[in-house]
């Protein structure tokens, strides 16, 4: 897979961001614990699925936002469908499965602050999603394609990824990737086209040593560098609670810190990080602007059970930056 080269982020008004992948519901306990051995008390359904946590973060920041995706004809779909709408987020390109169900995540935290899965998402309505003539009209139209790696197994992703992404650069468009994806994976079947999607990136969006695993390389200012080399046009690293830094093609850096809050849940930070500062960049705003309103937007959310619900738009955020403290 090779796109035209850009390297600078598309403005808003040459078209919406989109995404593709996995729309699911998330099922949570509510002791931490080990697994799901014995009968437990639970909470949930919650909107869930990192490129719908994503794109609906965008919706409630005023972006243009859709998604192509895959849900059931059932009441997680419709929880999910009705959530992404009432946030502004075009779901056209999102089929409707009579077969499959919705894809599921039941969720348990540890002591340790670790997790624990039972899912349902290959065989779930969440993987069969593909290039539909819904989606290639949503792509024709887009501005932006923001990808997953967590969504590369989808068996459909690839060829919507490829149609996607032409379709965006010949629009004067631009890409994103968050490598959301295990080191150790890397090297596996969907090594190839990782490395083509880091090299194609206008914005970079790796969390700790997932900046390390795209460069291949174990020194975090070579990394940066070589993936500059590679093409890419910025890079912000997502630090968890100690903020993120940027990193521009010219050796320039801002270091932004982190806000001091109680984590209650820290699934979807990194996606409404990233769809935040992707949004305030694609209206103009400079990148350490964009790094405060990023850092803010995953630290709220992860003070709310759920990982969709913490999003939050600019009032929210401005709020949340005048009344929170930052790590120093």
């Known amino acids: 897979m090779s796109l035209s080269r850009r390297s600078e982020i598309a403005a808003e008004a040459v078209g919406p961001t989109i995404v593709a992948g996995e729309i699911l519901v998330e099922i949570m306990a509510t002791e931490r614990g080990f697994g ?3 009968p437990q008390t639970l909470t949930g359904p919650f909107p869930s699925g990192a490129p719908a946590i994503f794109i609906d973060q965008v919706g409630r920041l005023g972006g243009g936002a859709g998604i192509i995706g895959c849900v059931g004809r059932d009441d997680f779909g419709t929880l999910n469908l009705e959530r992404l709408k009432r946030d502004g987020v075009d779901v056209a390109a999102v089929d409707i499965s009579d077969r499959f169900p919705t894809g599921c995540a039941f969720v348990r935290y540890r002591p340790d602050g670790g997790r624990d899965f039972v899912y349902n998402i290959a065989e779930s309505a969440a993987g069969q999603i593909h290039l539909t003539t819904a989606a290639r009209v949503l792509a024709d139209k887009a501005g932006h394609l923001h990808i997953m790696g967590s969504t590369l197994s989808i068996a459909g992703l690839k060829e919507i990824v490829a149609y996607a992404g032409k379709a965006v650069r010949a629009r004067g468009g631009s890409t994103s990737f968050d ?24 914005l970079l969006l790796p969390s700790g040593d997932e900046l390390l695993a795209a460069a291949g390389i174990d020194d975090e200012q070579q990394a940066v560098t070589a993936l500059f080399a590679r093409g890419v046009g910025e ?3 997502k630090r968890g609670a100690d903020g993120s830094s ?11 810190a982190g806000f001091l809050v109680e984590e209650v849940d ?3 930070a990194g ?21 405060l309103y990023a850092n803010a937007a995953g630290a709220r959310n992860v003070t709310r059970r759920g990982p969709m619900e913490g999003v939050a738009g600019f ?14």
């Open 266 to 268: 820290p699934t979807g």
């Open 315 to 328: 009032d929210v955020l401005d709020q949340f930056i005048a009344g929170t403290a930052r790590r120093t």
């Open 36 to 38: 799901f051995l014995e």
């Open 235 to 237: 890079i912000v690293l």
């Open 179 to 202: 490598p959301n994806m295990r080191k150790e994976l890397i090297a596996g079947a969907d090594g190839a086209l990782f490395s083509a999607l880091v090299d194609d990136a206008d």
């Open 271 to 291: 996606d409404c990080f990233g769809a935040t500062y992707l949004t305030c960049r694609r209206q103009g705003m400079e990148p350490g602007k964009a790094l």
């Open 246 to 256: 940027w990193f521009g093609a010219d050796g320039a850096r801002i270091d932004c």
